[in-house]
């Protein structure tokens, strides 16, 4: 089992930055892959970006792409989402996500994801 909690959400102004959180604890190894999704109301739940296992690559949407920049701390067991010049339609709660055997042809996929956090509110608005 993989425990997630987030934190870092808030609300800011377009053009604003905000950093968000997700700390693991429980069975993570060099194999988990971590990653950020979205969900604004009324829509299904997307994907944001990923990290596959310890740091192979880094995967990103192409709405985010340039703004938005995921890190982890494999030592610590946290990984972060720095979110710059933030738009309105990113306005949505941000879930992070854990599997310790997904396949780099799924990481976008919510589907093939075992552990979740309760998600952290992200409002951008003037």
């Known amino acids: 089992q993989v425990q997630l909690a987030e934190s870092g959400g808030g609300s800011v102004p377009p053009g604003g930055s905000l950093r968000l959180s997700c700390k693991a604890s429980g069975r993570t190894s060099r194999t988990t892959t971590v990653a950020w999704f979205r969900q604004a109301p009324g829509s299904e739940r997307v994907f944001v970006a990923a990290?596959?296992?310890?740091?192979?690559?880094?995967h990103y949407a192409d709405s985010v792409k340039g703004r938005f920049t995921m890190s982890r701390n494999v030592a610590e067991n946290i990984a972060y989402l720095q979110m710059n010049s933030l738009k309105t339609e990113d306005t949505a709660i941000y879930y992070c996500?854990?599997?310790?055997?997904?396949?780099?042809?799924?990481?976008?996929?919510?589907?093939?994801?075992?552990?979740w956090g309760q998600g952290t509110q992200v409002t951008v608005s003037s």
């Open positions: 990290i596959f296992r310890s740091g192979q690559s880094t």
């Open positions: 996500a854990a599997d310790n055997r997904l396949i780099l042809s799924s990481v976008r996929l919510f589907s093939q994801y075992d552990y």
